[in-house]
């Protein structure tokens, strides 16, 4: 199986429904890929449902859409334990999160309670319920996306949370030519019931299996672990990014490297995806808010000051 060439099939797939949006489209299989989980944060209305339920039937993976509301509670996502009138017995009715592939639409809306009850299924692939342990089939991601915070009726996600989050990207708007075809072509829609499966799940565990598979040389992990303590000794970040970030950074990594066709992660890798894993975990000090700074730049300003190693080819 080629599997390089399975992926550009699955890129490909994807843009006949989402219009002008290829490198997002990228960091989302990218996620994927490296068993990560993935939060968008946009306004409404630029395409970040029809994005998902586009991945989910090019990945021939069972989905499930969880709207969140003020009133959601836990149980409406894990499942409960209900009577059996019939005979008496108490089963599990299982709740949406036992699909493969979860949108958790506008996941700030919800209580932090609420939003809780999706950490153990993000971290471990598992949901307890009344001292019973349930596996979730493989591969299993969630990508939720949020409101900007200060939408009215919004609740900012924990650190916590946003540290089980792999990745996070943002959409945007679509180009002038992209927009214009969206809007002429709106009535025909490219319905996605026309998205054919281009992976079987077989094919999907294999990849992810590959990735895990990617070699790094000592002096790039070390370069990983240098951009970690960049962000916490940088005098405008206030909290710096954890040792989870650096292990999905290393993840994201080896994700870009097999996405190009390689066995072995360079510097370019790391940088590629550095904003996106840590974007939503690092948080700024006041004073660098004040002044106006984004996440970005401080990231930029970290790399700056770091030692780039050379790779040429992975240590035999």
Do not use: W
Not at 46 to 71: A, E, H, M, N
Not at 159 to 183: C, H, T, V
Not at 255 to 266: E, M
């Amino acid at each position: 199986m080629n599997y390089n060439l399975l992926t550009k099939q699955i890129i490909e797939n994807i843009k006949k429904v989402v219009e002008g949006k290829d490198d997002v489209i990228e960091k989302v299989l990218i996620c994927f890929l490296a068993k990560g989980h993935l939060l968008i944060e946009d306004v409404p209305g630029v395409g970040k449902t029809t994005l998902v339920k586009t991945l989910s039937k090019s990945l021939d993976l069972s989905y499930k859409r969880i709207q969140f509301t003020p009133d959601l509670m836990p149980s409406d996502i894990t499942g409960m334990t209900v009577l059996n009138r019939e005979n008496n017995e108490f089963i599990f009715k299982k709740g949406p999160i036992f699909n493969q592939i979860i949108l958790a639409d506008e996941i700030n809306r919800t209580s932090p309670k609420t939003q809780a009850s999706l950490l153990q299924a993000m971290e471990e692939g598992i949901v307890s319920i009344e001292n019973i342990t349930y596996k979730l089939k493989k591969p299993f991601m969630v990508l939720a996306t949020q409101n900007p915070v200060g939408y009215q009726g919004t609740f900012p996600l924990p650190e916590a949370q946003l540290d089980r989050f792999l990745m996070s990207i943002s959409i945007g708007y679509p180009d002038e030519n992209s927009e214009k075809n969206i809007i002429m072509n709106y009535k025909l829609k490219k319905s996605l019931e026309e998205v054919v499966a281009i992976a079987s799940e077989e094919d999907l565990i294999k990849m992810q299996e590959e990735v895990d598979k990617v070699e790094a040389k000592d002096s790039m992990v070390q370069f990983i672990v240098n951009i970690l303590n960049g962000t916490r000794k940088h005098k405008d970040i206030l909290l710096g990014a954890s040792p989870r970030a650096g292990i999905d950074l290393f993840k994201g990594s080896k994700a870009v490297a097999f996405l190009r066709g390689r066995n072995y992660i360079i510097p370019d890798d790391v940088k590629e995806i550095l904003p996106f894993v840590l974007k939503h975990r690092i948080i700024l000090s006041s004073e660098a808010r004040i002044d106006g700074r984004k996440i970005e730049e401080v990231l930029k300003d970290v790399l700056r000051h770091l030692y780039v190693p050379v790779v040429n080819e992975i240590e035999s």
